[in-house]
């Protein structure tokens, strides 16, 4: 299947989604890296594990790919090697890598993908991230690109909360983060940071003018208006 679909110039979009790729992913991928035009991949609950860096390596040669979801794959210890491969992509810009268990190693994939300089939206909700919630804004706000981050699900305590704020406030270019409504007071009676809802289910596929593809809109979590500026040309 994944051979059939790189050998066409009119599919854009694929969902491999929940098949149980597993050690097959690679191969997978090697095809897929072969279009010239899909530019949306979601490779999400196939339980990739340790195959999920040579997964991302070969996906990241996709020269076409603007959108890719890897959640729910037990990434884990790996996920900072897929994330550098990612992060080596010029056509990236829309990573899900939510739901993998990061951790105590989501520092070092927010450090990975603040390098890229195309990636404009991270979704590292659900991860349990916890105590490592400011060490994962700090590694971001180093970013040159990264505009939309969404952190919802993952624990963080009020004073983290308040932090994180800040971090993402108190730049030139502010980034725009997803949490919790419950947090809302709490940060706005701290700092006036750009904090937004989820309202992903309100948010309609076209924004104004713009088309807003609806993988990406369910990446946002609900930002895409504010993401209009930077989609690119």
Sequence with gaps: MATE?????????VNMSYNKLGIHGPAVACELAKSSSISTIDMSGNNLGKYGPAVAHKLAELSSLHIIDM???????????VAS?????DSIYAVNI???????????????????N???IVNISDNGIKEHGIAVARELAKSNSIRIVDTRG???SDDDVIEIAKIFACRENPIIFGIESEYQNLIL?????????????????TCGDVYIPKVLVDLMGGYAEQFIEFMPD
Aim: glycine share 2%; proline share 4%; aromatic share 12%.
């Design 189 to 205: 009676e701290a700092l006036n940071a750009p904090i937004y809802e989820d309202v992903s289910q309100d948010i309609l596929e």
């Design 98 to 116: 939510s739901d993998n268990k990061l951790r105590e190693y989501a520092p070092a994939v927010a450090r990975e993908l603040a390098k890229s």
């Design 5 to 13: 679909f790189a050998k066409s110039n009119s599919i854009h979009t």
């Design 71 to 81: 959640s729910y794959n037990q990434l884990g210890e790996y996920a900072p090697k």
């Design 85 to 89: 491969y990612f992060a080596t992509s």
């Design 118 to 120: 195309s990636i404009h």
């Design 154 to 156: 993952n624990n963080f």
